[in-house]
Nanobody, 122 residues
Framework: QVQLVESGGGSVQAGGSLKLSCAAS????????MGWYRQAPGKERELVASISTDGLTTYIDSVSGRFTISQGNGENTVFLQMNSLKTEDTAVYYC????????????????WGQGTQVTVSS
């Protein structure tokens, strides 16, 4: 079983920056991608950013241009650089990894970290 461990959350004022890190216990990027989800109180969990095995990245509109997802030098780490943070970015952020589930399902979000709190104050 793959374990994901996040670090780097915390509290920051609006306009500030934080960098989240995620280390996987085994290489996920050899087959599928990784990403970051977040869940704010009373809201559904949403995919914030993802990175594929060949480095293609996606972002939700609300963070595009402010957040950057990247892969570490090792093949089992992923980062989320968050700049120009806003109060609405406050949430628990989860590192996630995909798993190959077969030729029908392809890669599917399967592995989850424990979550790290990000709080942005005005």
């Amino acid at each position: 079983q793959v374990q994901l461990v996040e670090s780097g959350g915390g509290s920051v004022q609006a306009g500030g920056s934080l960098k989240l890190s995620c280390a996987a216990s085994k290489n996920i990027f050899s087959t599928c991608g990784m990403g970051w989800y977040r869940q704010a109180p009373g809201k559904e969990r949403e995919l914030v950013a993802s990175i594929s095995t060949d480095g293609l990245t996606t972002y939700i509109d609300s963070v595009s241009g402010r957040f950057t997802i990247s892969q570490g030098n090792g093949e089992n780490t992923v980062f989320l650089q968050m700049n120009s943070l806003k109060t609405e970015d406050t949430a628990v952020y989860y590192c996630a990894g995909e798993k190959w589930v077969g030729y029908v399902g392809g890669c599917s979000w399967y592995y989850w970290g424990q979550g790290t709190q990000v709080t942005v104050s005005s």
